[in-house]
């Protein structure tokens, strides 16, 4: 696991919202090239690794490399920044957070994601006002008080802000960090990739990284029509009334799409149990994946959906070891097995 944390450290701390990720690609790419996986670039720019199999029949898994963000919307006449979101999350989420705004130039001006009243010495509203596009702002790091001073810098609308991810390894083996959703899932598969391209599999194995899953259009073509069975790897959602934990991988069996591939799902349940690798079955009410919007597509596959189990998703996320070992190693059962016929729902 120690490969696949640092990995994940690498993949955190490259900035990558949705629509900004040719970066976070370009570190996928090499990976590919330092490993001799043959790959094509796809035209929204996600990137197909092809490994061969026995059978006509492809596994498709994807990951995706984008990340929660946002576009600056309006310089305001203070001199400071107001957003629009690039993905979904509460504004509570990112509140107090380092940010970096990405010009145009190529260069970076760093500042802070703030409440508007977010001194209590000079506001009664302060913890009572609540957040929104409204009132959250982002005080930057430059001498500026007034919306000319902050566009002679060289910020304009539309220039991309990211957000620190804090990467923390404890030694009691948790991973804390921004946007393991869903970097972690791509970090398992770039390690599993070096294991998988040295044996002989019984179905080819596809491995799409994509770069718009959080705006719901990221894994949805590409792809060939040979592919049967399409298998999101992401995160597993905790909450109240969740199932899944950070302990276990967690195998979904429907999400606010709808249920996954029944077949699939008892399959993944299954190797669980044979392997004794740790695992919980869960339904996300307020999720979609890659996987579902290659459905919704039109595409004929046998759809599936696991991962690690990532607390307090879309904020300041946390996993731990085990629950990566454990979708590591249910993943290296999945590809080594013949595909189920078993009908589905």
Not at 94 to 104: P, S
Not at 286 to 296: E, F, K, L, M
């Amino acid at each position: 696991m120690q490969a696949v944390v640092q990995t994940i450290r690498d993949l955190v701390e490259i900035p990558s919202p949705t629509g900004f990720t040719v970066q976070a690609l370009t570190y996928v790419e090499n990976r590919f090239k330092e490993e001799g996986i043959s790959y094509k670039k796809l035209e929204k720019g996600a990137l197909l690794a092809m490994l061969p199999g026995q059978s006509p029949r492809i596994r498709l898994l994807t990951a995706h490399v984008d990340t929660l963000g946002a576009m600056v919307k309006e310089i305001l006449p203070s001199g400071r920044l107001s957003l629009s979101q690039l993905g979904g999350y509460a504004w509570t989420a990112i509140e107090g957070e380092n940010c970096l705004v990405h010009k145009m130039d190529g260069q970076t001006i760093s500042g802070t994601i703030v409440f508007h009243h977010s001194s209590v010495h000079t506001s009664r509203v302060t913890n009572t006002e609540e957040r929104s596009a409204t009132n959250i702002e982002v005080r930057l790091d430059i001498r500026s008080t007034t919306a000319e001073e902050t566009r002679v810098a060289g910020i304009e609308v539309g220039d991309v802000v990211t957000f620190d991810p804090r990467f923390v390894h404890t030694e009691t083996g948790f991973v804390k960090s921004r946007h393991l959703d869903d970097k972690a899932s791509v970090a398992l598969l770039l390690e599993l990739i070096k294991k998988w391209k040295t044996i002989s599999l019984p179905h080819p194995v596809h491995i799409l990284i994509s770069n718009y899953e959080e705006v719901g259009f990221g894994g949805n073509a590409g792809f060939s029509a040979d592919v049967a069975e399409y298998i999101a790897v992401d995160m597993g959602a905790l909450g109240e009334g969740q199932h899944s934990d950070e302990y276990t991988v967690s195998i979904c069996a429907k999400d606010g799409s709808g249920p996954y591939d029944l077949a699939l799902r008892h399959q993944f349940t299954r190797l669980a149990q044979q392997h004794a690798i740790p695992y919980k079955v869960d339904i996300y009410p307020y999720y979609s994946s890659d996987a579902s919007a290659a459905v919704h597509a039109g595409h004929d596959v046998r759809h599936g959906l696991l991962g690690p189990g990532i607390e307090s998703s879309h904020s300041y996320e946390r996993t731990h070891e085990t629950s990566l070992q454990a979708t590591y190693d249910l993943l290296d059962a999945f590809v080594k097995e013949n595909m189920n016929d078993e009908n589905t729902l």
